[in-house]
């Protein structure tokens, strides 16, 4: 599903007559529709200027579009919605660019990176925990092949849910999944493959997956689309009296995440509990280059 920019905009500019949430009076309606005027308007200066200057407005604009998911959000009671200070901290500007240190505020406290994570239901880390630029970067979809260093990666992988339609009831549920990692294929055993999905929450409680021939000891039948990834049927089982064609999507939408019209397992990043949501890793890595760039 290819996401048209235009229409997407378009989308989003009429919201502004017909609010969601509560954005649809008083102040959190002025914010919600100022704050997405803002938003594209530094999206589109962004795309006329220089390298220099352009993760500045980038991630400026980001930030207002958070500005105005926060407005119209049903989660966030009282002032929570008003978001103010930043929230989230870069250091390590003399290491190579993608050691970058990246920190948060603690859970529970007001800036936007925080509050925001909390309504995504992306975990933050405070202080004591240092997330490398790297890993955040890796994490994202757009990045799959930009990879900042030689080190092992951990990116997201690709969960296709075509098996879903051709069955109306089944007791497990099946997706191909993609973009696993060249290092993960070619060792082409089940320990490799467990230990590598340690890294992924949403994949937890597999079952089995199509193997290479028939026998408990066979290795995972992975096929390649593309010299650098592999993709393998995974199977989940359902809870008992569970396999609805419905039943399994919502299973699915619980594991994973969607990201530009697709469903994806992201990789939790520096051992944190869960993954990050997307728009989440996509403010932290904007800020580390907007604190670069100046």
Same mark, same amino acid.
């Given at each position: 599903?290819?996401?048209?920019?235009?229409?997407?905009?378009?989308?989003?500019?009429?919201?502004?007559?017909?609010?969601?949430?509560?954005?649809?009076?008083? !102040?959190? !309606?002025?914010?919600?529709?100022?704050?997405?005027?803002?938003?594209?308007?530094?999206?589109?200066?962004?795309?006329?200027?220089?390298?220099?200057?352009?993760?500045?407005?980038?991630?400026?604009?980001?930030?207002?579009?958070?500005?105005?998911?926060?407005? *119209?959000?049903v989660g966030l009671k009282g002032e929570d919605w008003n978001l103010v200070t930043h929230g989230i901290h870069a250091s390590g500007y003399h290491l190579d660019f993608a050691d970058i240190e990246i920190r948060t505020d603690p859970e529970g406290s007001a800036g936007s990176f925080v509050r925001l994570s909390q309504l995504l239901q992306s975990p933050v880390w405070g202080n004591d925990t240092?997330?490398?630029?790297?890993?955040?970067?890796?994490?994202?979809?757009?990045?799959?092949?930009?990879?900042?260093?030689?080190?092992?990666?951990?990116?997201?992988?690709?969960?296709?849910?075509?098996?879903?339609?051709?069955?109306?009831?089944?007791?497990?549920?099946?997706?191909?999944?993609?973009?696993?990692?060249?290092?993960?294929?070619?060792?082409?055993?089940?320990? @490799?493959?467990?230990?590598?999905?340690?890294?992924?929450?949403?994949?937890?409680?597999?079952?089995?997956?199509?193997?290479?021939?028939?026998?408990?000891? @066979?290795?995972?039948?992975?096929?390649?689309?593309?010299?650098?990834?592999?993709?393998?049927?995974?199977?989940?089982?359902?809870?008992?009296?569970?396999?609805?064609?419905?039943?399994?999507?919502?299973?699915?939408?619980?594991?994973?995440?969607?990201?530009?019209?697709?469903?994806?397992?992201?990789? @939790?990043?520096?051992?944190?509990?869960?993954?990050?949501?997307?728009?989440? *890793?996509?403010?932290?890595?904007?800020? !580390?280059?907007?604190?670069? @760039?100046?």
């Amino acid at each position: 599903m290819q996401i048209d920019p235009l229409e997407a905009w378009e989308r989003l500019r009429a919201s502004r007559s017909s609010r969601p949430g509560r954005a649809s009076s008083g !102040a959190r !309606a002025r914010t919600y529709a100022t704050a997405l005027e803002q938003a594209q308007q530094m999206f589109r200066a962004a795309e006329g200027v220089g390298p220099q200057t352009r993760p500045l407005l980038v991630f400026y604009g980001l930030s207002q579009a958070g500005r105005a998911i926060a407005a *119209a959000a049903v989660g966030l009671k009282g002032e929570d919605w008003n978001l103010v200070t930043h929230g989230i901290h870069a250091s390590g500007y003399h290491l190579d660019f993608a050691d970058i240190e990246i920190r948060t505020d603690p859970e529970g406290s007001a800036g936007s990176f925080v509050r925001l994570s909390q309504l995504l239901q992306s975990p933050v880390w405070g202080n004591d925990t240092v997330v490398r630029l790297e890993e955040v970067w890796d994490s994202l979809p757009a990045s799959l092949g930009y990879p900042l260093t030689s080190r092992d990666r951990f990116t997201p992988l690709y969960a296709s849910a075509d098996s879903i339609e051709e069955t109306d009831f089944h007791p497990l549920l099946t997706l191909h999944v993609g973009d696993i990692l060249d290092r993960v294929v070619d060792d082409g055993s089940r320990p @490799a493959l467990d230990d590598f999905l340690k890294s992924y929450p949403g994949t937890t409680g597999y079952e089995d997956f199509a193997r290479r021939r028939v026998g408990a000891d @066979a290795g995972p039948h992975y096929e390649r689309h593309h010299p650098d990834a592999g993709w393998l049927y995974m199977h989940w089982p359902m809870p008992a009296e569970t396999g609805s064609q419905e039943q399994r999507r919502e299973r699915l939408s619980a594991m994973t995440r969607r990201y530009a019209g697709h469903r994806y397992f992201f990789p @939790a990043v520096a051992g944190l509990r869960r993954e990050l949501h997307p728009l989440m *890793a996509w403010w932290a890595v904007l800020y !580390a280059m907007s604190m670069l @760039a100046r």
